[in-house]
């Protein structure tokens, strides 16, 4: 202001210095008080009033039109005292006029009792961080849900206290329903809390059917209260799709918080990326669907710190993904202490629905059972992940990866698993691999390009026979009267048999044929004399006739499937020492 001159705009909207009709610049409370159908004819270009009603604020009369000098934005102050008193109706009312609030830090905070509903697209509610304070009386109801379907609001910078303390409620701070949407719209640096430890929101944010093309980011979610289903989750979709939960902190206590993030009901197409979970009560991040709902489609579950956390669920995981989920991938998470499991790829008795998924450069390390569980599922592509130091529980118990098809829901046959170019590596562990024995056994599984360091029982575990490596496994078939030997390696297998009594016996033919592979027989004489005959099953096509070694040596014969026949490629010569 400058001789009683201030900047503001001519009728065409540029700016320009002015001057009241008085000559002389009032204070706000000066002005003339009026509501917005009642402002003067334009014409006095510089004249000032106070609008009670609409877009409160200050209004000046351009000398073409009354404008708002807030750009039309509400002050929260003009309508409500921020005592921490109830004043959910003045709140409603003003949430109702449409226009975009701002929240200035309150004396307390702004209170309400009762829900309140948004039903204009395109608003905003805009805050200051910390000071600017919205806080529930009380925990019966959720904070702000649509009466319509609503598209493209914003809430920025608002710090949110709920009101429960179990999970005998159910308070959300956003909540979406199946009949009335949220689409295209933006929840930012949020702070979702409450006033102390052991009091805050049940959960947080809900998108549930449709609401689609939202954005969570920059979000900080404590003291969720409960643990049991439906309380203690911090962003829970439900049929809800292409939806981004970026850069938030998720933080819980023994008590509360069950899920930082649910992907669940056939939701698709979402990103969980760069969020920090941790502490929670069950699976750190979970996507889910069973048979009847919708397929959980094409997920990104991608650079999430997860910390501790454990549940005494068996099948939970820092990362769970679970049930009709197909072609969604967890790649690049650091996880760090959960347990039991690192990441859980599982059928969760849904008949097969849990397919084409992808576990690829996940950094695991100190769980508490399994680094990674595939569970009774198809398809799944485990590659280029780290596992270090796993069963912290009870070391020797579990595995570093282990594929199975048998878990709490039954047995689903675990197929096609493809687990390529891993390391695994510590002290705890019972074998880097386990491919689980419990019958059905896995099938098609496919183990290449592996760095397994030997755990407390060995290296890898296929079936329930140890063996060495993966592209070329070497093992010991067990001597009987009739010898099955198995074609585990990817390219080679050394199978010996160590024949302790002068019994004939015979050679069937291998499982898990697969054309090109290599097998190798080596038969070591330790009976103290002359060995049976053996046999060999006719798919085994051999040059001639076969000769026992010697007690005290071994003789090795070596076959390449053609994809119908074991065909010989080489044998010794002579017995070899043993």
């Known amino acids: 202001v400058r001789a009683s001159r201030y900047l503001g705009f001519d009728g065409d909207g540029n700016p320009t210095m002015m001057q009241t009709p008085t000559g002389v610049v009032t204070s706000l409370a000066q002005l003339t008080e009026s ?54 109706t003045a709140f409603q009312t003003m949430v109702s006029t449409g226009k975009d609030i701002c929240f200035p830090r309150p004396p307390v905070a702004y209170g309400v009792n009762g829900t309140i509903t948004l039903a204009t697209s395109n608003q905003r509610f805009r805050g200051f961080g910390k000071g600017s304070l919205i806080q529930c009386l009380s925990s019966g109801f959720n904070l702000f849900a649509p009466s319509q379907d609503i598209d493209g609001i914003e809430m920025t910078h608002l710090h949110l206290y709920g009101a429960a303390t179990s999970d005998a409620t159910q308070q ?88 930082g993030v649910y992907v669940g009901s ?35 579950v991608t650079h999430n710190l997860l910390e501790g956390g454990s549940t005494v669920a068996t099948e939970a995981a820092a990362v769970e993904l679970a049930g009709d989920a197909v072609q969604n991938v967890i790649a690049d998470n650091l996880i760090d202490g959960f347990t039991p499991h690192g990441i859980l790829v599982s059928d969760s008795g849904q008949g097969g629905l849990c397919r ?28 280029s992940n780290e596992v270090s130091d796993g069963s912290q529980d009870t070391p020797d118990a579990a595995n ?47 183990l290449r390009g592996n760095d397994l360091r030997t755990g407390t029982s060995g290296v890898l575990e296929i079936a329930g026979v140890p063996v060495g490596g993966d592209d070329v496994v070497r093992y010991s078939a067990a001597y009987s009267a009739s010898i099955t030997p198995v074609a ?42 002359a060995l049976g005959t053996l046999s060999f099953n006719a798919v085994f096509k051999v040059g001639a006739s076969w000769t026992q070694p010697a007690t005290g040596t071994s003789r090795s014969i070596q076959f390449l499937y053609d994809g119908t026949n074991w065909i010989e490629t080489g044998r010794t010569a002579a017995d070899v020492a043993t």
């Open 35 to 88: 509501l917005k159908a009642a402002l003067p004819a334009a014409g006095a270009a510089g004249s000032l009033r106070k609008v009670t009603d609409d877009a409160r604020g200050v209004w000046m009369d351009t000398g073409a039109a009354w404008v708002p000098l807030n750009k039309g934005e509400i002050n929260a102050l003009d309508f409500l005292k921020g005592d921490g008193t109830d004043e959910t």
């Open 488 to 529: 585990y390696g990817y390219l080679r297998t050394q199978a010996t048999v160590s024949a302790s009594n002068n019994s004939n016996f015979t050679i069937n033919a291998p499982t898990d044929p697969r054309e090109g592979k290599e097998l190798v027989l080596t038969i070591r004489n330790t009976s103290g004399g």
């Open 172 to 259: 959300y701070v956003v909540f979406s329903t199946s009949s009335f949407q949220i689409t295209n719209s933006k929840f930012l640096h949020l702070t979702i809390s409450g006033p102390s430890a052991g009091v805050g929101f049940n959960n947080g944010i809900l998108f549930d059917t449709n609401s689609n093309d939202n954005i969570v980011a920059h979000c900080f979610f404590e003291r969720l209260m409960g643990t049991t289903a439906g309380h203690g989750y911090g962003v829970q979709l439900g049929s809800a799709h292409r939806n981004r939960i970026l850069f938030n902190r998720f933080l819980g206590v023994v008590g509360a918080g069950r899920h």
């Open 400 to 446: 570093g990866i282990t594929v199975t098809s048998s878990g709490s829901f039954g047995t689903e046959v675990a197929d096609g698993t493809a687990v390529l170019n891993n390391r695994v590596h510590g002290s705890s562990h019972r074998f880097a691999c386990s491919l689980n024995s419990t019958s059905p056994v896995p099938t098609n599984t496919v």
């Open 356 to 383: 084409d998924n992808v576990v690829q450069n996940n950094r695991i390390r100190n769980v508490g059972v399994t680094g990674i569980l595939i569970l009774g599922a198809k398809d799944t592509l485990v590659q």
């Open 266 to 300: 056939g939701s698709s197409r979402n990103t969980v990326s760069f969020n920090q979970i941790r502490d929670f009560n069950s699976s750190l991040i979970v996507i889910y669907a069973t048979g009847a709902q919708d397929t959980c489609l094409a997920n990104l």
